[in-house]
């Protein structure tokens, strides 16, 4: 079992999740509820969770991350975190928010495929 310590940034980012999406929705100023900056903010703090476990994973481990656990584990934080809204009283369950926090840890994965795949090419041209 790997350590705690090796996935920290990972747990300080859930963590930094967790208390964006979880405190009174009174403390953040009213913004557009659609396709507004509600949701740009879920996709980028599930890219940065995902990225941050991916690249934690790969220098603890020396490769990446299988695909069905990765997806397994940002999938039920996503769910998680959107779940743990219903106990608020100024927050809500929302799918529309889920499909950002999924889109923004696919584009994390997609960045760092390519990001691998381009190192490789430029490795062999040298």
């Given amino acids: 079992m790997k350590k705690i310590a090796d996935y920290k940034f990972t747990i300080l980012v859930a963590i930094a999740i967790l208390v964006a999406l979880l405190i009174p929705s009174r403390v953040i100023p009213k913004v557009r509820t659609f396709i507004g900056i509600d949701k740009v903010v879920h996709f980028f ?11 934690e994973f790969r220098r603890t481990n ?5 695909f069905l656990s990765s997806f397994l584990l940002v999938g039920f934080f996503i769910v998680g ?4 809204q219903l106990f608020t009283s100024s927050r809500h369950f929302e799918l529309m928010d889920m499909a950002f926090d999924g889109g923004g840890a696919a584009a994390a994965c997609i960045a760092i495929l390519a990001f691998l795949k381009m190192r490789k090419g430029t490795k062999k041209a040298g």
């Fill in 45 to 55: 703090l599930f890219f940065s969770f995902t990225l941050s476990y991916v690249l």
């Fill in 62 to 66: 020396r490769r990446s991350p299988g």
């Fill in 81 to 84: 975190s959107e779940t743990l």
